[in-house]
């Protein structure tokens, strides 16, 4: 089927902590990956993307890990800042088209 | 020079209207796409085309006719509006075949329907 799972659906830490937002997807043929984040009001902006020939891609204070067996991939955010408050996405890549996961509003509070 | 434009960014109209939405990209790329974000940001995918093709009709209403003159250009007819048309529409391109690479956003629109 065509369906991603996020979690969690709301996420609230304080500013300097780690945060975490994991995803499950359904095609094992599957290969890419992608990260959104999403301000308020505006659009969503790719982050970082992870290929399937890899298992942990990192940029700065972003990570994100992937687990081809159990099909679960998660996005690290480490340091946290007030402006990293927004909606993430995660995507599938699968049949022509991103499939989105339902997102998650982080917010970091100072 | 903005990647990927998208006018207007707000309408508001009444139920029954017809409406358009425009989208052009500068980036070369070949696919575009519409997807609908609803009032609980889920982000769904509409259409997608390749180089001018219709690619994906994901079950929308017929009443939603998108046209894509060339490569650059993807628009958005809406007939007969209804009030759960309400969203925001978003516009984006991605290089190669879709879901491959990451997509370029427009700034999306903005459709309320009273």
């Known amino acids: 089927g065509e369906n991603v799972e996020q979690h969690p659906s709301t996420l609230s830490v304080q500013e300097g902590d780690s945060a975490v937002i994991k995803c499950t997807y359904s095609d094992s043929a599957s290969n890419y990956f992608p990260w959104y984040k999403q301000e308020l009001g505006k659009r969503p902006q790719l982050i970082i993307d992870?290929?399937?020939?890899?298992g942990e891609k990192k940029d700065q204070r972003i990570a994100v890990t992937l687990n081809k067996t159990a099909k679960h991939f998660s996005l690290h955010i480490t340091e946290t800042q007030p402006e990293d408050s927004a909606v993430y996405f995660c995507a599938e890549g699968q049949g022509g088209k991103l499939i989105f996961g339902q997102g998650t509003e982080l917010s970091v509070k100072p | 020079d903005t990647a990927v434009s998208q006018t207007p960014k707000y309408l508001v109209t009444q139920m029954g209207n017809d409406k358009s939405i425009k989208c052009e990209q500068n980036l070369g790329h070949d696919t575009m796409y519409w997807y609908k974000q609803d009032s609980k940001k889920f982000l769904k995918i509409m259409f997608s085309y390749n180089n001018k093709e219709l690619i994906i009709n994901e079950t929308v209403p017929n009443r939603f006719s998108p046209k894509s003159p060339d490569k650059a250009h993807l628009n958005l007819h809406i007939n007969s509006l209804e009030l759960g048309d309400s969203a925001v529409y978003f516009c984006?391109?991605?290089?190669?075949?879709?879901?491959?690479?990451?997509?370029?956003f427009g700034s999306g629109t903005r459709l309320t329907v009273v």
């Open positions: 992870i290929r399937s020939n890899v």
């Open positions: 984006a391109s991605s290089q190669g075949v879709g879901g491959a690479y990451g997509y370029t």
